[in-house]
């Protein structure tokens, strides 16, 4: 595959300040390192000849030499300092490192030093220093003891007992699972063997509201039953909706805590989705109606739509009062 112009580019940033702390590296040396071969930093030497600054004359463009296997070059004071992250590559770097350090196995102390240095990178790269700073950052996070549970099964490879929330039925469950990883999408997620349901099953981290350890999984359980499980109480619907493209994020938020869900793209338009979630709580559903019901185009049973509609109604009207 052709190397991108842009890598390219990297590359010669970074080779011109190495070079001008290293002069005398070896053609091996300066491949081993960039990782290319050495007839490809040949090539960027070669490229040197033809930058520099404006005005193209012999003076002002950078001069290399490797006659004798060793390179040296001259005349790239413009270039000889290390590249600097850009604001947004620090900003980013520090996103993906919170992103990151709930399902490390890095010692904090490690995270704490590169969240300090990403942190002053970005603020430096923003303007003066001195003028102080501070970078904006909201990931999602996982809660501290529940994320220590998870860290130490997921390398241990042992097994947890989960009480879990499925709001698309307003039920407690707990579930035997087998974590396999922490996976980052909207929000965290355990990708885990659930010996419950008999299959690998996602939880969303923000759902779960216990874990803990057991000694060895159990055969498959039979999902959903027994004691441990609070289920609600009342009706229940096969609740379809039909989502406007503004809420079409809430069609993922209810597949990743519905396994039963099911999603048709562009049902009423471009962009549109439709849900389909059977067996889903009659109050639950009661309530999500009220709660996004701006964002929803059409939605079934229809009696269930009048009670939202209601409720917001009322709402509406204690709030005017």
Not at 3 to 12: C, K, M, T, Y
Not at 125 to 138: H, K, N, R
């Amino acid at each position: 595959m052709p190397e991108r112009a842009s890598d390219r580019l990297s590359r010669l940033l970074g080779l011109v300040p190495f070079l001008t702390r290293r002069p005398g590296t070896t053609l091996e040396e300066l491949a081993a390192r960039f990782q290319v071969s050495e007839e490809q930093i040949v090539d960027d030497l070669e490229l040197l000849f033809v930058t520099g600054r404006p005005g193209h004359l012999p003076d002002d463009l950078i001069e290399a030499e490797w006659s004798d296997g060793r390179v040296y070059v001259d005349n790239a004071d413009e270039v000889s300092v290390p590249v600097r992250l850009s604001p947004h590559e620090a900003t980013s770097l520090r996103l993906a490192l919170e992103h990151l350090a709930p399902g490390t196995a890095a010692a904090p102390e490690t995270v704490a030093a590169v969240r300090d240095k990403l942190t002053r990178a970005a603020v430096s790269a923003a303007g003066d220093p001195g003028a102080g700073g501070f970078l904006d950052l909201a990931p999602p996070t996982i809660e501290p003891r529940l994320g220590a549970v998870l860290s130490a099964a997921l390398r241990d490879g042992t097994a947890l007992r989960l009480q879990y929330y499925v709001p698309s039925r307003d039920e407690l469950t707990v579930r035997t699972v087998t974590p396999h990883r922490l996976r980052l999408g909207r929000t965290w997620y355990l990708d885990a063997h659930c010996h419950s349901s008999g299959g690998e099953r996602s939880f969303a981290v923000e759902r779960i509201r216990s874990a803990d350890p057991v000694p060895a999984p159990p055969d498959a359980e039979a999902p959903d039953q027994g004691p441990q499980q609070v289920r609600s109480e009342g009706r229940k619907a096969h609740l379809r909706l039909v989502l406007r493209p503004e809420a079409a994020w809430l069609a993922d938020e209810l597949a990743a805590s519905a396994p039963d869900c099911g999603l048709t793209h562009d049902a009423a338009g471009p962009g549109t989705v439709a849900v389909d979630l059977p067996g889903a709580g009659w109050d639950w559903a009661r309530r999500l109606l009220t709660a996004y019901g701006r964002g929803v185009m059409r939605a079934e049973p229809p009696e269930l739509a009048a009670e939202a509609a209601a409720a917001a109604e009322e709402a509406l009207r204690l709030y005017g009062g």
